[in-house]
């Protein structure tokens, strides 16, 4: 689920029409796999009414790529807004980097009331709220962005992401039956697996099936993360090679350096 690369660049670069998401693995390709397309279709849904959306998964199942490119191809990607919370941020903080994603700067009045008034304002123009690793934020900071979505005078569609985002939003009621739609972007099956690395990179197309379902028993386990990382040392190994081909030597080297210390 990632971008394009070019020859002379092998790691780290950053694709424009993904929003920056980082990029370890040159050549690689968007794939639309039944989970993205879902996102696409949610993300646009949500845009399109200003409703509340939940998406959610195991980490490195591919939510934030997935929701990445889905806002990319959304009709006015301008009015996307990203907020970055840090861990367990207090009411006045989430205001404070809200103020910041919607880019008002120093002009946030100091006073509760006539801050929240300023960001209802803010919010009267179509946008597209999006706050990742949203199981970060405990009740009183969900609770005050239900108020802020409930207010008449906003037209913002909120996107809550995270793993275990679905857990926090449960246990705010209010925000939680306010959830128009709840998106789980679920691990690859053994099924698909060799299709979709297949169509995700090129180094994958004269890989043998058997040799992709051993990665996947064996190191892969259906996350794309996972996959993504084996990719970039297969990369990184082939590089400069004419023709290289992936055996099942060089697909155990590369699940040996994901292994980590014992």
């Given at each position: ?39 696409l279709r949610t993300v646009a849904h949500a845009a399109a009414v200003g409703a509340v959306v939940c998406l959610y998964g195991d980490a490195g199942q591919g ?75 405990p009740g009183p900071a969900l609770e005050f962005l239900r108020g802020l979505w409930d207010n008449p005078d906003t037209d913002t569609a909120l996107v809550l ?73 297969l990369t990184a190994e082939t590089y400069g090679k004419s023709r290289a081909v992936v055996d099942r030597r060089m697909l155990e080297r590369a699940c040996a ?6």
């Amino acid at each position: 689920m990632a971008g394009q690369g070019t020859g002379g660049q092998v790691f780290l670069r950053e694709q424009k029409h993904l929003a920056q998401v980082p990029v370890l693995v040159p050549d690689a390709q968007v794939v639309h796999t039944p989970a993205v397309r879902s996102v696409l279709r949610t993300v646009a849904h949500a845009a399109a009414v200003g409703a509340v959306v939940c998406l959610y998964g195991d980490a490195g199942q591919g939510k934030t790529v997935a929701l990445q490119y889905a806002l990319s191809q959304l009709p006015h990607p301008a009015r996307v807004r990203r907020v970055h919370v840090g861990v367990h941020p207090t009411v006045p903080e989430l205001r404070r980097v809200l103020a910041d994603a919607l880019e008002l700067g120093r002009r946030l009045p100091r006073g509760a009331g006539e801050a929240d008034l300023t960001l209802v304002n803010a919010l009267r123009q179509p946008r597209v709220l999006v706050l990742d690793e949203a199981q970060r934020l405990p009740g009183p900071a969900l609770e005050f962005l239900r108020g802020l979505w409930d207010n008449p005078d906003t037209d913002t569609a909120l996107v809550l992401a995270g793993a275990g985002s679905e857990r926090a939003l449960r246990r705010v009621p209010a925000l939680a039956s306010r959830v128009l739609t709840w998106e789980l972007v679920p691990r690859l099956s053994q099924r698909e697996v060799a299709t979709v690395m297949a169509a995700f990179h090129p180094l994958w197309e004269d890989v043998t099936a058997d040799d992709v379902a051993w990665v996947d028993e064996h190191m892969g386990h259906g996350n794309f993360r996972t996959w993504a990382k084996l990719t970039s040392h297969l990369t990184a190994e082939t590089y400069g090679k004419s023709r290289a081909v992936v055996d099942r030597r060089m697909l155990e080297r590369a699940c040996a350096r994901l292994m980590g210390p014992l």
